[in-house]
């Protein structure tokens, strides 16, 4: 290290493979800068909200956020070959150390090249494989290839520790956003929707695959409920990746059709909404942060939902009913994710002040649950990375 890049505080290679860990990625940049009051530098591969931070990536995240066993298989050379390129550019920089988020199946073979290659970075991983969800033989192998592992939730340290890696508890960085601070009436006055017109959020995914495979039915649903409702509006909050092909796609739907992009406006529909159909993921934890009624959907490959069904081992697939230990979100899964079964539980939760009245209470339970408001995750994710750089940094 030169006298000036010392100066300029620890290399931190941070790497995203999908846009919910860009969003932790940004949050944890942050949380270093206020750590080390600016002094920190960043290098690795991340999406649009990195950028914002000043992370110039290696490759377009894009390429990275494939899901399912067998979808992958068409881009295996491809996430094959930035594999090989992410780990020479981590050779060739030499950063104090390698701080993955989730995607396991491309930020697990960077840790093994790692360990194999000797590299002398910590090598730290954020967001535990949920491995008591399923794959639980995941613990021995995240265990052999990574030193550090910080967890979203209070009950998986312990399960990692079993197997010896080191873990921490950081807590679940939803709580961080301003999920729960969006301006509904502005946002209804900007895109000139009526304070009564019913407004529905559609979630399609943030990955170009999912969203191709789930937006030909929620596109059927919304016809559904423009049949009942016509003067139905719905808002698409996406990543600007994706905002084109939305907008090319959503133009022949029977409603007015808003494509917006970046926090704010997906925050402020949520606070306009009526409420949502969204593809499952962290989504749902926002939407709960928001108090916004909805439901999840999704569908994979046939024999990928299969394979999934004999490993999986809870109850459930959204993170609020698990939290809860009970179905408060409707669950429209593979067979049941159909146009029908999407217009009549919409509809409901749209319309209905009981069902509405009972999902918003139980949101704001399983949001309790998250704590860490007084500690932000993104401060005390810096502090643990931070606490693995030798000292002489």
Not at 27 to 49: C, D, N, S, W, Y
Not at 119 to 138: D, F, G, L, Q, T
């Amino acid at each position: 290290m030169t006298a000036t890049a010392q100066d300029h505080g620890p290399l931190i290679y941070i790497i995203a493979g999908e846009p919910s860990g860009d969003q932790l990625g940004a949050q944890v940049m942050r949380g270093l800068k206020i750590e080390t009051a600016g002094r920190v530098r960043f290098a690795g591969i991340g999406g649009e909200q990195m950028a914002e931070e000043g992370l110039n990536s290696l490759v377009p995240m894009a390429e990275l956020a494939v899901m399912g066993f067998l979808e992958v298989i068409p881009s295996a050379l491809r996430i094959l070959r930035r594999i090989r390129q992410t780990l020479a550019d981590i050779a060739l920089k030499r950063p104090d150390a390698v701080v993955t988020i989730d995607s396991w199946g491309f930020t697990g073979r960077i840790h093994a090249g790692l360990k194999k290659a000797g590299s002398p970075a910590a090598r730290i991983h954020y967001v535990a494989p949920m491995v008591w969800a399923w794959k639980a033989n995941r613990v021995h192998q995240v265990a052999a290839r990574v030193d550090h592992l910080m967890c979203l939730w209070p009950f998986e340290p312990p399960l990692f520790e079993a197997a010896g890696l080191a873990s921490s508890h950081v807590g679940h960085p939803v709580i961080e956003t301003s999920a729960g601070a969006g301006n509904g009436p502005a946002f209804r006055q900007t895109h000139d929707i009526a304070a009564e017109a019913p407004l529905l959020v559609v979630l399609p995914g943030s990955r170009r695959g999912e969203v191709r495979r789930l937006l030909p039915v929620f596109a059927a649903a919304v016809e559904e409920l423009a049949d009942r409702h016509p003067d139905l509006r719905v808002v698409i909050p996406t990543l600007t990746y994706l905002r084109s092909y939305l907008l090319d796609e959503t133009a022949s739907w029977p409603v007015e059709v808003s494509v917006v992009t970046g926090q704010a406006g997906k925050f402020d529909a949520f606070a306009a909404a009526d409420a949502a159909i969204a593809a499952s993921g962290t989504v749902s934890l926002e939407l709960a942060m928001a108090g916004t009624p909805h439901l999840i959907a999704y569908r994979v490959n046939g024999l990928t939902a299969e394979i999934a069904k004999r490993l999986v081992t809870v109850r459930f697939a959204d993170m609020v009913n698990i939290l809860l230990d009970r179905p408060a979100i409707p669950e429209l899964l593979q067979t049941e994710c159909t146009p029908a079964k999407l217009a009549e539980t919409a509809e409901r939760l749209m319309t209905d002040e009981t069902t509405r009245a009972a999902q918003r209470a139980a949101m704001a339970e399983a949001i309790s649950q998250l704590g860490g408001r007084d500690d932000p995750p993104s401060r005390r994710a810096a502090r643990v990375i931070l606490s693995k750089i030798p000292q002489k940094r």
